[in-house]
Structure formats: C-alpha cells, structure tokens
C-alpha cells in the first residue's frame, strides 16, 4: 500500500470516527437557541419508578388530554408510551441504558417531538442537581416548590409543584403542561 493510500485511509478513518462521536454527543435536544438538555439515563434514585399521568397540554388556542406512562428500570432504561385521552397510542420511546433513544410515532402528528417530551418529564422529575449536570448553556433553580430554567438572564420555563399537580410553563415555545398522577 502506498504512502499516499494509507494516509488518506488514515485521513477518512479520523473523519468518520469523529463523526461517530458527533453523533453520540447529539443526544440532547435544544430547549433554547444553542441550549437545551442531554437526555441521559435516569438518576439511581429514580430507577425502578413507574407511573402513570394524565398530561393536559395547551398551545395558543389548542388543548390536549394526553395519557403517560413512565418505566425507568436499570435493565431496560427508559420507556414512555404516550396515548390520546380515548387511548390510542401516539407515540412509544425507548432509551436502552447507555443506549441511543429510538422511538416510533403511531400516530402522525408533527407537532408531538417524543424527545422534548421526555425532556419536559426529565425536568418535572429528575433532581436538580442531576439535570444541572446534563443542562448545555441553561441553569435550572429551585426555591421552594418553582423550579426555573434560565439561559443567562432569560426565564426559559418554570415548574410549579401544586397539590396533586405540577405546571409546566415554557415561555420560550409558548405551551404548558399539566402533569397529574394517576392512582
């Protein structure tokens, strides 16, 4: 082989390896220009949680009633399967511990990103201090029962802890969230 070959053998292999590894950096998504959140596997103090929510969305004029339900395991990662309120499943997300996320959408609604809505959940239950860690270019306070996410000095979204309810407000793409457990 001759010089020239193995150095642009040598040359493509260092380029697709960094592709690679590009690749598996873009497991985050963005909550803000140039900012947002790597989704990551679950802390340990939250494997072994199942739930189930009912999610009221309203976007603008829009509203949905959306049923979730939450497996994080230690063997099996992270598992949400998202539902209408009649129960017709819309989309289904699996992240495999350390693994990349795949999902598939049952329904085709394109407004419904499964990723942001694991981040939103992400946001809602992980600890501070862990989602600190897998936030790029935001910080999430807590005081008291609000969290809220900044990029810099903008109010990107804030979390409200009420009774039985918790409120997601993203100022920054105009929706919110109401999670509810169900028993």
Not at 135 to 160: A, C, K, P, W
């Amino acid at each position: 082989m001759s010089r020239l070959t193995r150095s642009l053998l040598l040359t493509l292999s260092i380029l697709v390896a960094s592709c690679a590894s590009e690749f598996a950096v873009k497991t985050g998504v963005d909550l803000a220009p140039n900012a947002g959140i790597y989704l990551l596997d679950p802390p340990p103090s939250l494997v072994a949680d199942n739930w189930q929510q009912v999610l009221e969305v309203h976007h603008g004029d829009e509203q949905h009633t959306l049923l979730a339900q939450l497996s994080l395991n230690s063997e099996t990662g992270i598992n949400l399967a998202v539902m209408t309120a009649q129960g017709m499943p819309i989309f289904q997300l699996e992240k495999a511990p350390q693994g990349p996320i795949k999902s598939e959408k049952m329904l085709p609604i394109n407004a419904v990103d499964p990723r942001y809505i694991l981040a939103d959940i992400m946001l809602v239950h992980w600890p501070v201090t862990v989602l600190n860690s897998q936030l790029y270019d935001l910080n999430l306070v807590e005081q008291g029962s609000t969290r809220r996410l900044y990029q810099g000095e903008q109010l990107i979204s804030e979390i409200r802890y009420l009774d039985g309810t918790t409120e997601l407000v993203n100022f920054q793409r105009d929706y919110k969230i109401k999670f509810q457990r169900v028993n």
